[in-house]
């Protein structure tokens, strides 16, 4: 099984709501990443965790909260967002190793729309 | 800074025809340089990946080219069919990190017309 699950697929939330998305990955990988992406833009990494700790904070606004409770579930909480806010965003999971060409498989991604 | 650039932004051609796209970097230290294949909305899947020492890497009809001394690498696309319309992204990984940052270009969007 190499796919990386999100859900949902689709989000419409209020400025004022609180909602969560959600990634699952059941291929043992110990890295999990969140990236947001723009339309006709690349994705732009968010956050990384390895072994379940947050190694990596891209100087990303407060108002997005990661969680990695276990090794196969990934978490973002949502929460005061902007319009400016509302892009695709994606979850993706690698190995972690000394082989530096492990892959990270991405998910489908949960499109987000902030009104 | 750490840069991937692509060329063309965008290209129309007609199915059956071939394709090159092309991705220069200035990344550093390199690891390795992967190409992805992105259909609208959906996540990229990868298609290569190649570290310093490869030259040359196929994946059914893609073959992607890595110089790493010119710092550039191309994907060529064969006998190109409609299912091959969407974005196609050269991503560097920067670095001994084992979590692996990627610095991703700005995509080339391949349309295959009939």
């Known amino acids: 099984d190499t796919e990386v699950t999100q859900t949902p697929k689709h989000l419409v939330m209020g400025m004022t709501n609180k909602k969560s998305l959600k990634c699952e990955q059941h291929m043992g990988h110990r890295a999990m990443y969140w990236y947001k992406q723009k339309a006709k833009k690349p994705p732009e990494l968010m956050f990384v965790y390895s072994y379940e700790k947050l190694s990596i904070n891209e100087s990303v606004p407060s108002r997005f909260s990661p969680e990695c409770p276990n090794s196969s579930l990934l978490n973002l909480h949502l929460h005061a967002l902007q319009p400016e806010d509302s892009a695709l965003y994606l979850c993706?999971?690698?190995?972690?190793?000394?082989?530096?060409?492990?892959?990270?498989?991405f998910g489908p991604g949960t499109r987000l729309t902030v009104t | 800074k750490n840069q991937v650039e692509q060329s063309p932004q965008s290209l129309i051609i007609l199915e059956g025809k071939n394709c090159t796209l092309q991705?220069?970097?200035?990344?550093?230290?390199?690891?390795?340089l992967r190409w992805y294949k992105q259909d609208t909305g959906r996540g990229p899947v990868s298609l290569t990946i190649m570290t310093f020492s490869e030259n040359t890497k196929s994946n059914g009809r893609y073959t992607a080219t890595l110089d790493a001394d010119t710092k550039q690498s191309s994907l060529h696309i064969t006998a190109s069919q409609l299912s091959d319309s969407a974005s196609y992204i050269c991503v560097v990984r920067v670095g001994s990190s084992n979590t692996g940052k990627l610095i991703f270009g700005q995509g080339t969007t391949l349309q295959v017309k009939p």
């Open positions: 993706a999971s690698s190995q972690v190793g000394r082989d530096r060409t492990y892959e990270q498989y």
């Open positions: 991705c220069n970097y200035t990344v550093s230290p390199f690891s390795n």
